[in-house]
Nanobody, 125 residues
Framework: VELVESGGASVESGGSLELSCRSPERTTFKYCMAWFRQAPGMKREGVAAIEPDGYTHVEDSVKGRFTISLDGAKKTLLLQMNSLKPEDTAMYYC????????????????????WGQGTQVTVFS
């Protein structure tokens, strides 16, 4: 599965962005899908994941600010990011597992088989 992210930008602290992830082949996402992020010099970390039935997993530092979702056709993965902070600055990646249920370690990059190239989010104060 090829994945392509979009929506990254530079935004002022407190602002909002929505990231999107699609497959050029317009694949229906029937798998556990996730957003990861990686800041310079840091490890890639899981931000949120979603199963095809809509069940979500969200990392504590973004709970209440970020929302992961799939569009109705399950062809676009979204990440709505509100109340952005400078520490949210990172390259954001879309990822897909090979199963329709997220693993117990959904936040770990080794659980995912398919990755996009990333989209940069920069939050300035």
């Amino acid at each position: 599965v090829e994945l392509v992210e979009s929506g990254g930008a530079s935004v002022e602290s407190g602002g909002s962005l929505e990231l999107s992830c699609r497959s050029p082949e317009r694949t229906t996402f029937k798998y556990c899908m996730a957003w990861f992020r990686q800041a310079p010099g840091m490890k890639r970390e899981g931000v949120a994941a979603i199963e095809p039935d809509g069940y979500t997993h969200v990392e504590d530092s973004v709970k209440g600010r970020f929302t992961i979702s799939l569009d109705g056709a399950k062809k676009t993965l979204l990440l709505q990011m509100n109340s952005l902070k400078p520490e949210d600055t990172a390259m954001y990646y879309c990822a897909a597992e090979g199963y329709d249920i997220c693993s117990g370690a959904w936040w770990h990059e080794s659980e995912y088989n398919y990755w996009g190239q990333g989209t940069q989010v920069t939050v300035f104060s």
